[in-house]
């Protein structure tokens, strides 16, 4: 049954190339699209996710997207840790972190101000590729806790060059340091002030960009001790959503599941998520219409071979059978050139700028197939009908 069609599209081997490599293109398109506009911010959620912690606090009206700067005090992090829950601690560790946001890399990155000791809580598993990890920060965070004494605050005014240069330190990530050709010992200018790079760990991690928390602390808000939102490790993490609740009405705070950041994330994007989707959308109707452009076009091109095939006996089931056959043979064909076509883009998106992700997911590819030959077979549908309709002595006129 398939043999005619298939013959016909070996025997136009020129025409078949270009109309299935057409398709081809209409479908990459498709696929990178989707692809990438997803791609990036479940990159950015995977990442929140490999933080060794539970529950994230942020402040009660928060956008997670923009959130920046100073907003709780340190009072915060002994609130958090002194919670119970049915008599028993609830807490093991808050972990606060100072937001703000740097230009490196040719982006604008967001630098993860944190405490020297808790950046294995950041690492989890993924390992130091080059360098160190903030050992000026340590040494300054020691010196502040001599100058600071018995009291939450210390004089800014005390505090050295000497003291304060060595910690002026960053820790990037290996995607960043590919991105902006860094490497350990590399610095820098951000906040005024010259920063040095002191590690690259692996890609992965919940920033890009992480500093010493005192460091910034001191440089950005004269010390005082506040930070933009904890990260916040339980006791017993089965407990993670009544720990939330519970600390959330403690706290007067936003007190999220880690676990739901990508759906945060999501709803802070939530005008950007309906321009994507009307994009898409847009995206998959010009691809269709691409497609059933190409192959009403072939369709009409055999016109006067089923003329031919009509004067043999043909039926008209037969001929709408070829017809349709052969154009989902060219869709199929040409959905997997798209489908190579999008992997290949994939692959130069990635190397040519690396701080961008294309995650090519299963839907994607298959909304891919189900355009290719669905298109495919419904726009050979209507002219092949219409060509086995018509009178053979018209069709052998057709030009």
């Known amino acids: 049954m398939i043999s005619l069609?298939?013959?016909?599209?070996?025997?136009?081997?020129?025409?078949?190339?270009?109309?299935?490599?057409?398709?081809?293109?209409?479908?990459?398109?498709?696929?990178?699209?989707?692809?990438?506009?997803?791609?990036?911010?479940?990159?950015v959620a995977n990442r929140m996710q490999s933080v060794d912690a539970e529950l994230i606090v942020l402040p009660k009206h928060a956008n997670v997207i923009f959130q920046g700067g100073a907003i709780f005090s340190d009072g915060y992090v002994e609130h958090l840790e002194s919670a119970?829950?049915?008599?028993?601690?609830?807490?093991?560790?808050?972990?606060?972190?100072?937001?703000?946001?740097?230009?490196?890399?040719?982006?604008?990155?967001?630098?993860?101000?944190i405490d020297p000791e808790h950046m294995a809580a950041f690492l989890a598993s993924r390992k130091l590729c080059a360098g160190d990890l903030f050992r000026g920060g340590a040494a300054f965070k020691r010196e502040l806790d001599t100058l600071r004494g018995a009291r939450r605050r210390y004089d800014p005014e005390r505090v050295t060059e000497e003291m304060l240069a060595p910690a002026c330190e960053l820790v990037i990530d290996s995607r960043l340091a590919r991105a902006g050709k860094y490497a350990v010992g590399d610095t820098t200018t951000l906040f005024g002030r010259d920063f040095t790079i002191v590690g690259i760990v692996e890609a992965g991690v919940a920033g890009r960009?992480?500093?010493?928390?005192?460091?910034?602390?001191h440089i950005l808000n004269g010390g005082v001790p506040w930070s933009s939102m904890f990260f916040v490790k339980l006791v017993d993490p089965e407990q993670a959503e009544r720990a939330?609740?519970?600390?959330?009405?403690?706290?007067?705070?936003?007190?999220?599941?880690?676990?739901r950041?990508?759906?945060?994330?999501?709803?802070?994007?939530?005008?950007?998520?309906?321009?994507?989707?009307?994009a898409s959308a847009t995206a998959l109707v010009v691809c269709f219409l691409f497609i059933m452009m190409t192959m009403y076009t072939l369709v009409l091109e055999q016109t006067r071979d089923i003329g031919i095939l009509k004067s043999l006996g043909a039926s008209k089931r037969r001929l709408v059978f070829n017809t349709v056959a052969e154009s989902v043979m060219l869709c199929f064909a040409g959905t997997l050139i798209g489908v190579a076509l999008?992997?290949?883009a994939k692959a130069l998106i990635e190397a040519l700028l690396p701080l961008n992700t294309v995650t090519i997911e299963w839907?994607?590819?298959?909304?891919?197939?189900?355009?290719?030959?669905?298109?495919?077979?419904?726009?050979?549908?209507?002219?092949?009908?219409?060509?086995?309709?018509?009178?053979?002595?018209?069709?052998?006129?057709?030009?």
Not at 21 to 32: D, Q, T
Request: net charge positive; aromatic share 8%; with cysteine.
């Open 84 to 113: 119970t829950l049915d008599g028993r601690r609830l807490v093991a560790q808050a972990i606060p972190v100072f937001l703000e946001t740097v230009p490196l890399g040719g982006q604008q990155q967001r630098v993860f101000g």
């Open 244 to 259: 939330a609740d519970l600390l959330s009405s403690l706290t007067g705070a936003k007190v999220e599941l880690k676990s």
């Open 261 to 278: 950041y990508g759906h945060m994330l999501k709803k802070s994007f939530t005008q950007v998520y309906l321009y994507l989707n009307a």
């Open 342 to 344: 999008s992997f290949l």
């Open 209 to 217: 960009v992480f500093a010493p928390l005192q460091t910034l602390r």
């Open 5 to 43: 069609p298939l013959a016909n599209i070996l025997h136009h081997k020129l025409r078949s190339t270009l109309c299935a490599s057409a398709v081809g293109v209409g479908i990459a398109m498709l696929i990178v699209q989707l692809s990438l506009s997803h791609g990036m911010l479940q990159e």
């Open 363 to 399: 839907r994607w590819l298959g909304l891919a197939v189900l355009v290719g030959i669905g298109g495919g077979a419904l726009s050979a549908a209507f002219p092949g009908y219409r060509a086995a309709r018509l009178d053979p002595a018209a069709a052998l006129s057709y030009e």
